[in-house]
């Protein structure tokens, strides 16, 4: 069965960088485009970046545009996040997320979340 | 501020059908798919419908999906208190070329 586990997460400054990975086994990793998706405490969801099963196509949520950066390594069925500049408003549970094809059919399957604190 | 409205709270009682609605755009709703998420309390989401309303194996036949024009909906039918969860709607925007959710709706079963 398709899982996710996502790592990387824990507390750090304003201003301060951080990289999250993702995990991904039972499915062809390298087929799917692949997503981030943050949801801050007590919040809802909030789609944060997305690419395409070949890592070609990267699309990004205005509010991270130019600080993070999505990249996968399909040789390691693995999906990343860059986060530079951290503010405190980056402050959630980061969940990665399978795509239910490239990147624009909407996602079908979803980690548990890795928690990132941004706080001096 | 959510790019797609929904209301942020419903509520119904055991047995009862309950309507989710979310309000999108031309360059969301109107011209992409619509999917509907499922939250429970201290979990990750899950889908429960794509395609404006197709259901994954796996999720009764209770939950249903529909879409006109820029808007869609989320019926639930037969209410049970397992359904007390979060829920949230979600599309391709054209426009903003990335994915926007709605600020999800809580639903409680009196």
């Known amino acids: 069965q398709v899982q996710l586990v996502e790592s990387g997460g824990g507390v750090v400054q304003p201003g301060r960088s951080l990289r999250l990975s993702c995990a991904a086994s039972g499915f062809t990793f390298s087929s799917y485009g692949m997503h981030w998706v943050r949801q801050a405490p007590g919040k809802g969801l909030e789609w944060v970046a997305v690419i395409s099963y070949e890592g070609s196509n990267q699309y990004y949520a205005d509010s991270v545009k130019g600080r993070f950066t999505i990249s996968r390594d399909n040789s390691k069925n693995t999906l990343y996040l860059q986060m530079n500049s951290l503010r405190t408003e980056d402050t959630a549970v980061y969940y990665c997320?399978?795509?239910?094809?490239?990147?624009?059919?909407?996602?079908?399957?979803w980690g548990q979340g890795t928690l990132v604190t941004v706080s001096s | 501020q959510s790019v797609l409205t929904q209301p942020p709270s419903a509520s119904g009682t055991p047995g009862q059908r309950v309507t989710i609605s979310c309000s999108g755009s031309?360059?969301?709703?109107?011209?992409?798919?619509v999917n509907w998420y499922q939250q429970l309390p201290g979990t990750a989401p899950k889908r429960l419908i794509y395609s404006n309303n197709q259901r994954p194996s796996g999720v009764p036949d209770r939950f249903s999906g529909s879409k006109s024009g820029t808007s869609a909906s989320l019926a639930i039918s037969g209410l049970q208190s397992d359904d007390e969860s979060d829920y949230y709607c979600?599309?391709?925007?054209?426009?903003?070329?990335?994915?926007?959710f709605g600020g999800g709706t809580k639903l409680t079963v009196l």
């Open positions: 979600a599309a391709w925007d054209d426009s903003l070329n990335g994915w926007v």
């Open positions: 997320a399978k795509d239910r094809y490239s990147y624009g059919q909407g996602i079908d399957y």
């Open positions: 031309s360059s969301n709703i109107g011209s992409n798919t």
